[in-house]
Every structure is written in structure tokens, then in C-alpha cells.
């Protein structure tokens, strides 16, 4: 009598991956039937932390730094994910930052740097992935866009720089679902509203300006972490595989 075999484990990518919404992914995916390259630009301290909480959930994990936005760092990261666990099922692009810099104050270096750490980055990434993607069983792409790119009010705040990269985000998020659709990959966008940063994290809105938001925000409250995790997870589960190319919102309604 042969004995039974264990399945492979689903291998993922997460970006961006050491705090924040990045490390609240890892910890909703992972399990013993997962393996995930933590990936971050220069968090190492933050990603080791995430990768042995993988661990413990039973869950495979490797470390991975670089900086997306230089032109060969997507490449060698879905190499490294490739090279440990042998394949990649799940590309999850999280990696960026925001700028509320106004439109008369923003620099061409500064667009340019919105654009190419958000916009450029998934499409490299994409792109290197697509030929282990369409290898894959059961394939998913999520890609985590922002309110700033749907919300554009007077009484909200704006983030011009960043809103642009953001929907040149989703643009190629629906191209790239058209072009892997017959492979049976699944190609979608999660849409955060205002999201609670970590401790000692960087913050584009202070405090209390983020606390005067929440007014605005129908269900009164500003999103966890792990609300975007849980949507990022259902997309990347084999209960989505009839859901590609959409945005689906995860901000207390701010966007309606």
C-alpha cells in the first residue's frame, strides 16, 4: 500500500510584506499548506518577524529585500520565490507608499516616483510572473490599489501623485486579467479605504486629520489591517475563481 502524499504547499508572493496590510496578508494566508516569500525594500527586522509568524502557523517563509522600483528587482524577486519553493500560485503586489503632495507642488521626479514604485512595479512583476502564472493551477493575481484613486472630494483628503499610479494600477489589473483569463489565472484589485498604520510606521495624514476622516467614513470607523487581509485572501482562494478584473472596495463605504 503506497502512502498518502501531502499536496504542495500554494506558494505566494507577497510585497511589501514586513508591516502594515502586507504583514496582515501573510498571517491571514498562511497555514500548512502555504509557502510565502516575504518581501520588503529594506524592513528586514519587520519581515523576519512576519516570516516566523508563518512559520508557526505551520507555513514555509523566506525573506526577500529589494527595491521595486529599480528596474531588475521585479525580475530577481519572482526568481527568488521561483527558486525556493519551486513554482508561484499567488502574486500579491502591496509594496508602495502615498504623497499628498497638491499638483502645483509636485515635482516631475515626484510623479515619476509615484508612478514607477506603484504602477511600474506591478507591471514588471506581472510581467516575470506571467510564465510561472500561466504554469500554475489555480492561478491569482491581487493587486492592492487605494481609495485615493475613486474618492475625490473637498471634504476628503487627496493624493494626486499617488491616485494616478493607483488607477494606472487597476488599468492593468483588468489588461492583464484579459490576457491570462484563458489560462484560468484570475487577475483582481483590493481597494482600501483609510487603514490603520502600525506603530512607528510612516504617515501621510496626521492623526488628527485622519480622525476628522473617519466623520466621513458611513461605518464611522477607520479599516484594520487585517479587513484588507481578509478580502486579499477570499480573491487568492479558489472560492474567486469566477471573479476577475473587478475592485473590490474594503473602506467602510467612502467610495460610494
Known amino acids: 500500500m503506497k502512502a498518502a502524499t501531502m499536496p504542495s504547499p500554494r506558494i505566494f508572493l507577497v510585497t511589501g510584506a514586513a ?56 525580475g530577481a524577486t519572482i526568481a527568488e520565490a521561483v527558486r525556493t519553493f519551486g513554482g508561484l500560485d499567488v502574486l500579491i ?12 507642488d509636485l515635482t516631475d521626479a515626484a510623479m515619476a516616483s509615484s508612478v514607477d514604485a506603484i504602477q511600474g512595479a506591478f507591471f514588471r512583476l506581472a510581467r516575470a510572473a506571467i510564465p510561472h502564472l500561466r504554469a500554475a493551477t489555480d492561478a491569482r493575481v491581487v493587486a492592492v490599489s487605494s481609495f485615493v484613486a475613486h474618492s475625490f472630494r473637498t471634504d476628503v483628503a487627496t493624493f494626486p501623485a499617488s491616485a494616478a499610479a493607483k488607477a494606472g494600477l487597476e488599468a492593468l489589473v483588468r489588461a492583464l486579467a484579459i490576457e491570462l483569463g484563458g489560462h484560468g489565472v484570475t487577475v483582481n484589485a483590493v481597494v482600501p479605504g483609510f487603514i490603520r498604520k502600525d506603530a512607528g510606521a510612516h504617515r501621510a495624514i496626521d492623526p488628527a486629520a485622519l480622525q476628522a476622516q473617519t466623520a466621513k467614513i458611513p461605518l464611522a470607523r477607520i479599516g484594520l489591517p487585517e479587513d484588507v487581509a481578509a478580502a486579499v485572501a477570499f480573491l487568492a482562494s479558489s ?4 471573479i476577475t478584473g473587478q475592485a ?8 460610494i
Not at 23 to 38: E, N, W, Y
Not at 248 to 255: E, K, Q, S, T, Y
Open 19 to 74: 508591516s502594515g496590510v502586507g504583514a496582515a496578508i501573510c498571517r491571514t494566508v498562511a497555514g500548512p499548506d502555504s509557502a510565502i516569500l516575504v518581501h520588503t525594500r529594506r524592513n528586514r527586522d519587520g519581515a523576519d518577524a512576519v516570516a516566523a509568524e508563518v512559520r508557526r502557523k505551520g507555513g514555509l517563509a523566506r525573506v526577500f529585500l529589494s527595491d521595486l522600483a529599480q528596474p531588475e528587482a521585479a
Open 93 to 104: 503586489s502591496n509594496a508602495g507608499f502615498a504623497d499628498r503632495t497638491p499638483i502645483a
Open 239 to 242: 472560492a474567486a475563481s469566477y
Open 248 to 255: 473590490l472596495h474594503v473602506d467602510g463605504g467612502l467610495a
